[in-house]
Every structure is written in C-alpha cells, then in structure tokens.
C-alpha cells in the first residue's frame, strides 16, 4: 500500500515522462513512433502467412484463425515489452538514479505505461477484425481491462526483480530475452493447449501468462467470466502476488547501492 501510495503521488511525473519516453524511442527516424506498431504487426502478418497459408490450419474453437491468433499474441505482445523495457529502466535512467531526491521506485513503472499505450492501439486493431469476421463482441469483452490489468501487476512486479538485479550484472537483461523466447512458445499463443494430454496441460497451465492469454480468448471467443474459472483466477493472484512482493523486497534492498555501481 504504501508503494501505490507513492506512485498515486507521483502519477503526473509518471504520465510526463512516460510520454517523453514514448516520443525520445524513434526521435530522429523517418516514420517516427510508427516503428512501434510495424514490427509487432509484421511479426502477425508472418505467423498468419505461415500457419494459415503454408500450414493451413484450420479454424480453432470455431473461430478464424487468425482471431484466436491475434487474442493470444496481443497480450504476449504487451507482456514482453513491458518486461524487457522493465528489465533495463534502471540502467537506462541512470542519470536519473544518482539524484538523491528523486523516486526511482517509479522507472519500471514508467516503460510499462509506454507499452500500455501500444496495448491499447493493438486492443482496438484485435476488436476490429473480430468485427470484420463478422464475430459478435459481448459484455464478455470488458474482461479485456481485467486481464490487462493483470498482465501489468505481473509484469511490474518482474520488473522491480528484474531491474534491481540489471545494475549488478548487465547478462540479466540477456536472460529475461531467452527466457521470453522460450516462454512464447510454451504459452499456447500459436499451438492450441487441446492437443496435449490432460497431464501435460495442467503442467503448461502453471505458467500466469497462460492464464492472460486463456482470458483474452475467453472474453472475445468462449464468452466464458474470469470468476468462472476460480482456480485458476486464485492460482494467478496467488503467483503473481508472490512475485510482487519478492520483486519489491530486492529492489528495496538492493535500491541504495543502484548509484554505487552505475
């Protein structure tokens, strides 16, 4: 509580220097904060191509493929960059850290408002082609606000983990991105959970991400409420609590030596 209070308290700096972040990322290229959205769109269109016209896969839970496709890599998409971005914070606002006065507790926070303004841009792209597939959008699809919060809760809480350890040893960042490579694919993102053996899926279960990715696809395909799923609702706010708090604990130890080694 008293984190959220501090960051309550500084959400103007927060939101000033998010934007700033988010316009100094591409300053100086051609097509300015349009790279931002090129390559996660490239990244869709390739895997489309490749499972739905080389592979051609068949529809998935009676849904075009590329629907069920695109509500579980959105999220990835979303996870991934906050992550990495997270990961390096301290490292990349290191001139920032040797300043006395000045609250580092809200760096992590900051790269993951910037790639929350890029989740929003791909969450009204995903709801326009469930509308050009001509797939109805229910009430179920607020749910996509809930689940996003929990991709940020998560992915912050890994962040304050992540990020607090970068400064002491910089093959952190390194390892987050093979961590994620391999993480995309044993979340079912491309590959649907069903093929599996039960024993297997309850193995592939225990992944939070799974249970991000399962939810966008409950809100927009099954039409299921997350509260329908309570054990997996409970598992996720249990990990990820854990998480959140192992996260902050390291970073508050670790914090007044960030300027030592910088």
Same mark, same amino acid.
């Given at each position: 509580?008293?984190? $959220? ?23 100086? +290229?051609?097509?300015? @904060? ?13 895997? !489309? ?16 493929? #590329?629907?069920? $496709? #695109?509500?579980?890599?959105?999220? !990835? ?17 290191? &001139? ?20 929350? @303004?890029?989740?929003?841009? $791909?969450?009204?792209?995903? *709801? ?50 093979? #961590? *994620? ?13 069903? @093929? ?5 899926? &309850? ?5 939070? +991400? ?32 854990? #998480? ?9 130890? *670790?914090?007044?030596? $960030?300027?030592?080694?910088?």
């Amino acid at each position: 509580m008293e984190l $959220f209070k501090e960051l309550y308290h500084s959400k103007n700096t927060i939101i000033s220097m998010a934007k700033n972040d988010f316009k100094n990322k591409y300053a100086g +290229s051609y097509l300015g @904060i349009t790279w931002a959205f090129i390559q996660p769109l490239l990244t869709i269109v390739i895997y !489309w191509f490749v499972f739905q016209i080389g592979f051609r896969t068949t529809p998935v839970e009676n849904v075009p493929f #590329i629907v069920w $496709f #695109i509500c579980g890599i959105i999220p !990835w998409f979303y996870f991934s960059e906050s992550l990495i971005a997270g990961t390096m914070s301290v490292v990349e606002y290191s &001139y920032i850290v040797k300043k006395v006065m000045f609250n580092i507790n809200i760096l992590p926070l900051i790269k993951i408002v910037v790639a929350t @303004i890029l989740h929003l841009f $791909f969450i009204i792209l995903l *709801l326009i082609i469930c509308l050009a597939v001509q797939m109805p959008i229910s009430l179920h699809s607020i749910q996509i606000v809930y689940y996003s919060m929990c991709i940020f809760i998560l992915a912050l809480g890994l962040s304050y983990l992540t990020s607090s350890l970068v400064p002491f040893s910089k093959d952190v960042g390194q390892v987050i991105t093979v #961590i *994620l490579q391999f993480g995309f694919w044993l979340t079912p993102i491309v590959w649907n959970q069903n @093929i599996l053996p039960s024993t297997w899926q &309850y193995f592939f279960k225990m992944n939070p +991400s799974y249970y991000i990715v399962q939810g966008y696809r409950d809100a927009l395909i099954n039409k299921i409420w997350f509260w329908e799923r309570p054990i997996s609702t409970l598992y996720f706010w249990i990990v990820t609590g854990i #998480i959140f708090l192992l996260g902050r604990l390291i970073f508050k130890k *670790l914090k007044p030596h $960030f300027s030592d080694v910088l």
